[in-house]
């Protein structure tokens, strides 16, 4: 029996879970703030990737081979068509790349992986125009000790959050993908911390230059525009997310309380 087999589903899924990213300015009442939810260090490399926008996947591979591939919120197929489900195209996308994945020495590892194409998700059409094009990228993974599955399912959730899970250096994505073959998601640049715009008049401009288009274009009908970015440090102590959506909302909801205003 692997180990995987051995453990609580429920739990496995709570523990494998990706944590949620914060934005890089703070969001109240689904607007922007100029207050940060981290501040770079200044001389400290950032590596900007790009955000693709589809559907969050995980596959959990143990020390023997076995994996399940979920969705962000459940468990969607473990090897042998033990809990088949087909949910956004995920499990017929990643199941034969799973297997390519690096198994750990012991315990778990966790790749996350952002699917999409035809038909996931509300933007679909930006990497698309046809039917039945699919692609997926990686863009992080962790380790996960046995024991860690070994509290309550609040415990374990609680754990996850705070940071339980041990991510990959920006190194070690390189080498998962180097002997898996699955592209990361696009590095765009490294700054140092103290180029990264600070406010919000400061980051939507930029935003726009380094991140208007999407690299991750799966034929020439989509319409090509990128969801936006994620700012990373080297070891991941630092990580944010940062949406042309929501820079674009507050943008004109401060145009209307102005005009409002005059």
């Not at 042998?80 to 020495?105: K, S, Y």
């Not at 190194?171 to 180029?195: F, H, M, N, Q, W």
Request: glycine content about 8%.
């Amino acid at each position: 029996m692997t180990l995987l087999e051995t453990l609580n589903r429920r739990l496995l899924n709570s523990a494998t879970q990706y944590p949620k990213m914060p934005t890089y300015h703070k969001l109240e009442r689904g607007l922007l703030t100029d207050d940060r939810n981290t501040v770079f260090p200044a001389h400290q490399p950032v590596i900007i990737t790009e955000k693709v926008n589809g559907a969050s996947a995980r596959v959990v591979v143990d020390s023997s081979g076995d994996l399940f591939i979920g969705s962000r919120h459940e468990l969607l197929y473990a090897l042998g068509d033990r809990i088949p489900n087909p949910a956004e195209n995920i499990v017929h996308t990643l199941r034969d790349i799973a297997r390519d994945l690096p198994r750990p020495g012991d315990g778990l590892a966790v790749y996350f992986l952002e699917v999409y194409g035809s038909g996931i998700g509300s933007a679909w059409k930006q990497y698309t125009g046809r039917k039945g094009e699919y692609g997926a990228r990686l863009f992080d993974a962790a380790m996960i000790p046995a024991d860690a599955l070994e509290g309550t399912a609040e415990q374990i959730a609680a754990w996850r959050e705070q940071g339980g899970q041990k991510f990959a250096t920006e190194k070690e994505l390189a080498g998962i993908t180097l002997v898996s073959d699955i592209p990361l998601t696009p590095r765009i640049a490294t700054i140092p911390g103290a180029g990264v715009p600070a406010t919000i008049a400061e980051m939507h401009p930029y935003l726009c230059v380094v991140a208007g288009e999407t690299r991750v274009a799966l034929d020439e009908d989509g319409f090509g525009n990128a969801e936006g970015i994620v700012l990373r440090t080297p070891d991941r102590s630092h990580i944010v997310k940062v949406r042309h959506k929501d820079y674009e909302h507050t943008a004109k909801a401060r145009a209307r309380a102005r005009a409002k205003a005059a």
